[in-house]
């Protein structure tokens, strides 16, 4: 197996503190940083971080390929839980109308709503897909993302769904866990919500089983008023989970409908969006291990408030932060964006937003085990800026990722696009 040494590097944050402490109650000792260390990767897999010039003699005698790093700070590759990037068709003339006063029955009149998106991905070829879809990916590849979720949802019928799933499993790039997100709204050709429910448990899970060629690693679902009620989900997920699939759920973010307590109840791996919980639900989730999943930007669009991020984090709950990135309601990638208004809006402080975005994103998609923290034995998933750790969150639309590596691969680097 070949080793790379990454040595002598500048500022170094393992995140170690953080991931042994679960991602909860963290401070800026937690970021693990470190200078002037030395991070040594074999295949995939890191297999020692120390002191520069203190590397065990087992691996100096070895052939090894070096990569100067006194200029980097290197951390651990950001984890982007939480989007909706596979669809066809574009919402930004239905956002101009929203803005102007027209209401959700008038844009769905004009055409536009969820069920545009519904007809764009439907017609759209499995090609053109991956490649719009891809196109995406490199977009947050640039902003050091190692790690990227895309849900369906935007097909809602069994060919179509299907497709999509098939398409995530294309994208090249950073690592791609696929959520299936068929319990997204409920397709007009079907009489209620226990009838489409049925027909995914019964079309589609059968093809998410676990194992070699499984099309999804997670099942999510809406559970809102005038979408899916929270009775539906339960027989919806615990089905899922008799399969050995884990779950996510988009819970309580226009009213208070059950999901964030569901979640605890099938121990899902994230309640997303959370932002109408109360101080019961804080208490349940403090005593889990379900990741609460915060996506301010998401609120700022739907001018919603913003999640109760500080009595969360205090009570001892693990959050994540992702972008919601969405045709109709949060059309941004820009995960810096994400960790500013977090920090601005959300009282959460720098450390709290990197391990949100690394160890707390990793529990997110049940990872924490390979990613969201640089330790010997974890995968080798890190990015080389040239800022310091101070600067990240801090300005949106600032390119400041030099290289970034999954698996130990080289998947970005700032040159190839200069
Ligand atoms: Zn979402």
Request: aromatic share 8%; with cysteine.
């Amino acid at each position: 197996m070949s080793l790379t040494l990454l040595e002598n590097i500048g500022t170094l944050l393992t995140l170690q503190g953080a991931a042994q402490k679960g991602g909860r109650h963290i401070v800026e000792e937690d970021l693990g940083i470190l200078k002037n260390h030395s991070l040594l990767f074999s295949g995939e897999k890191i297999v020692w971080i120390g002191p520069h010039r203190k590397i065990p003699t087992e691996f100096r005698k070895q052939k090894m390929k070096v990569i100067p790093a006194r200029e980097y700070t290197v951390l651990p590759g950001f984890v982007e839980c939480h989007t909706h990037a596979l669809f066809a068709g574009s919402r930004s003339a239905e956002f101009e109308m929203r803005l102007r006063g027209k209401s959700y029955q008038e844009i769905a009149a004009a055409g536009g709503g969820i069920l545009s998106t519904v007809r764009a991905t439907r017609k759209e070829s499995l090609a053109g897909l991956i490649k719009k879809t891809q196109e995406r990916v490199n977009q947050f590849q640039r902003q050091g993302v190692t790690t990227l979720e895309i849900k369906t949802g935007y097909a809602l019928d069994e060919k179509n769904e299907l497709k999509c799933l098939k398409a995530i499993r294309e994208l090249r790039g950073p690592r791609i866990i696929s959520t299936f997100l068929g319990a997204h709204a409920i397709p007009s050709e079907f009489k209620n919500e226990n009838e489409y429910l049925d027909f995914l448990i019964q079309k589609i899970f059968p093809r998410l089983k676990p194992g070699k060629n499984s099309l999804a690693d997670r099942i999510d679902i809406f559970i809102e008023k005038g979408f899916f009620s929270a009775a539906a989900a339960k027989k919806y997920l615990s089905a899922a989970r008799e399969l050995g699939i884990p779950t996510t759920i988009h819970a309580d973010q226009l009213t208070l409908s059950g999901g964030t307590d569901l979640a605890v109840d099938l121990e899902s791996q994230s309640a997303d969006h959370v932002l109408q919980i109360t101080d019961r639900q804080i208490q349940r989730l403090s005593n889990s291990e379900v990741t609460a999943c915060l996506l301010p930007v998401a609120d700022v669009y739907m001018k919603c408030p913003f999640p109760p991020a500080r009595k969360m984090i205090d009570a001892g709950v693990r959050v994540s932060l992702a972008t919601d990135f969405n045709p109709g309601t949060c059309p941004s990638m820009d995960i810096s964006l994400v960790g500013l208004l977090a920090r601005l809006e959300m009282g959460m402080s720098l450390p709290e937003v990197v391990s949100a975005y690394t160890v707390g994103a990793a529990y997110t998609l049940g990872l924490q085990s390979q990613i969201g923290s640089l330790s010997a034995g974890k995968s080798a998933d890190f990015i080389c800026t040239k800022v310091e750790w101070t600067d990240l969150f801090y300005s949106p639309g600032q390119e400041f990722v030099m290289n970034s590596y999954s698996r130990g691969r080289k998947i970005f680097s700032s040159s190839t696009y200069a």
